[in-house]
């Protein structure tokens, strides 16, 4: 379980600087820098239990997901700009597309590292020499 907090506290800071390094704004596709980062750190971290990647990918979503938006809300802050909120069906929508992507990284990761090969066995070794007579 430790390894999986761990991979979810990389995760979010993959995903914050990924997304603060965006050029431009996703819309729709907002939850893509957390499902990849996500993703990555489960494979990186070798997490092979579907709990612990579950956990690191909820851990990086939501982690990253208050931090931008604490970014975005004190960026209107220092501006001294209003900030106008206006319902549509996306404020209602994103919470539910989040956890399921959430739930399908967590299930890629571990996906990937099951099936990721081995490492080679070393062919076996010759019996020791007999000692002399």
């Known amino acids: 379980m430790n390894r999986s907090i761990q991979a979810g506290v990389s995760g979010f800071l993959l995903a914050v600087i ?12 907002a939850f893509i820098p957390s499902f990849l980062a996500a993703i990555f750190t489960i ?8 709990r612990d990647g579950l956990v690191a990918a909820f851990m990086t979503y939501i982690f990253s ?22 319902p549509d069906i ?16 967590g299930y ?3 996906r990937l590292v099951q ?17 002399p007579v």
Request: aromatic share 14%; no cysteine; charged share 15%.
């Open 43 to 50: 494979y990186i971290f070798r997490l092979e239990a579907l």
């Open 18 to 29: 990924i997304n603060l390094f965006l050029p431009a704004d996703l819309g729709f596709f």
């Open 90 to 105: 996306w404020i209602v929508f994103y919470p539910i597309v989040s956890s399921i992507t959430a739930l399908i990284a």
């Open 65 to 86: 997901e208050g931090i931008l938006s604490t970014i975005g809300l004190a960026t209107y802050y220092v501006a001294n700009e209003t900030y106008e909120l206006t």
């Open 115 to 131: 099936k990721m090969k081995p490492a080679r066995e070393l062919p076996p070794s010759l019996p020791p020499p007999l000692p």
């Open 108 to 110: 890629i990761g571990v």
